[in-house]
Structures are given as structure tokens and as C-alpha cells.
């Protein structure tokens, strides 16, 4: 009887070190390193486009944002946790884009910044189809001052223009952050616009 009991508890220990295994940012609680985040859906660009994204993340502030993208073409959206550490940026870039061209733009965007820093390590990249919209994608590790960061860009076409995004950390967490990343582009939706209906 112990022994049934016993392999009870196992069975209801693997299945809930399974289940956190299986982080899934829609869904409960993801446990990322120390700490649980609870992502929530958030809308950008006037309801035009959503994303998941942790609940705590705020606008980074004007001054970390000078500091941290020091080119006045810094991005619209600027979303990241207390310390800046991780960021998911968004920009409307005013230059056409159309879906067959989503991986054109990728491998242009990727030699851009390769022959930029030719320091960057480049890792997987290609374009993933989410909710009928191809979204263009590579990561690399690029070096700060005084540390290593991992980046994840990301290209869409958004009302007939570019949408460029990244999420970056640093690099040394990127193996706890990687797949939420993906999962946070996995959750992009667009409201198309289906013109005048009247």
C-alpha cells in the first residue's frame, strides 16, 4: 500500500516538473531563473498589434533610453524589466514591405549587422509563419561595454511598412530567456485592415 502511495507522489512530482518544463507565457505563471513572471497580452500601435509580454515590464524612461540606444532612431516602444536588463523593442520603420519579402529583409537586416561588427557571433535565423504573417528573425550575441548580450530581431510587414523588433538580456541568461523570446513572437497578432466595409 505505502509502495501505490509512494509511486502516486512520484507520478504527481514528474508530471508537475513536466508542466514546468512546458513554459507556456498564455498560460499561468512561467518561472524564469529565481523568480515567476506572469505575462499579459498588450496593444501597440493604436490596437493595431498585440504581444504577450511580462506584466512588470515598463516604457524604460527617456534618460536609460538616451543612455542605452544612443542614435536618435531609437525605437518607438521600449519595454523592459526594473534594471533595463531585458528589453522587447518595437519600430515602424516608414519603408515598404510586403510578405514575400519578409526573408529578403532578414538577410539584408542580418549582413547590415554583421559587416557593422563583425564581432557579433550570428546564430539561428529563417521566417516563421504566426497567424498568417511571416515574421523574419535572427539572433546573435553582440558585446556591450562591459558585458555580453543576446538578441533576438524580428520583421514584419505592418500596414504596408516594416516592423523591425528585438528582444535582448544579457548573455549569460539567454539560455533561461531564449524560448520565452520566441514564444513572445509567437503571440504577435495584427489587426489587418480590411478597408471600408460600409
Not at 514528474?14 to 507565457?25: C, F, S, V
Not at 548573455?171 to 513572445?184: L, S
Amino acid at each position: 500500500m505505502a509502495e501505490m502511495v509512494d509511486e502516486k507522489i512520484l507520478d504527481f512530482i514528474n508530471a508537475a516538473e513536466e508542466k514546468e518544463d512546458r513554459k507556456d507565457i498564455r498560460n499561468g505563471l512561467v518561472k524564469i531563473r529565481e523568480r515567476y513572471y506572469e505575462f499579459e497580452e498588450r496593444d501597440f500601435f493604436d490596437e493595431r498589434l498585440k504581444m504577450y509580454i511580462p506584466k512588470d515590464f515598463e516604457e524604460m524612461s527617456l534618460e536609460a533610453r538616451k543612455h542605452k540606444y544612443q542614435s536618435e532612431n531609437r525605437p518607438d516602444i521600449i519595454k523592459c524589466n526594473k534594471s533595463g536588463s531585458i528589453c522587447i523593442t518595437l519600430k515602424k520603420i516608414n519603408s515598404p514591405l510586403d510578405e514575400e519579402n519578409v526573408g529578403k529583409l532578414k538577410d539584408v537586416m542580418k549582413a547590415i549587422i554583421k559587416k557593422r561588427n563583425p564581432a557579433n557571433v550570428f546564430y539561428k535565423d529563417g521566417v516563421l509563419e504566426i497567424d498568417s504573417k511571416n515574421i523574419g528573425f535572427f539572433e546573435f550575441k553582440s558585446y556591450a561595454i562591459d558585458d555580453s548580450l543576446y538578441n533576438l530581431m524580428f520583421f514584419l510587414e505592418f500596414e504596408g511598412k516594416t516592423l523591425m523588433g528585438t528582444f535582448s538580456c544579457k548573455h549569460k541568461e539567454c539560455q533561461e530567456w531564449r524560448d520565452i523570446a520566441f514564444q513572445v513572437i509567437q503571440t504577435i497578432s495584427v489587426k489587418e485592415d480590411k478597408g471600408d466595409e460600409n
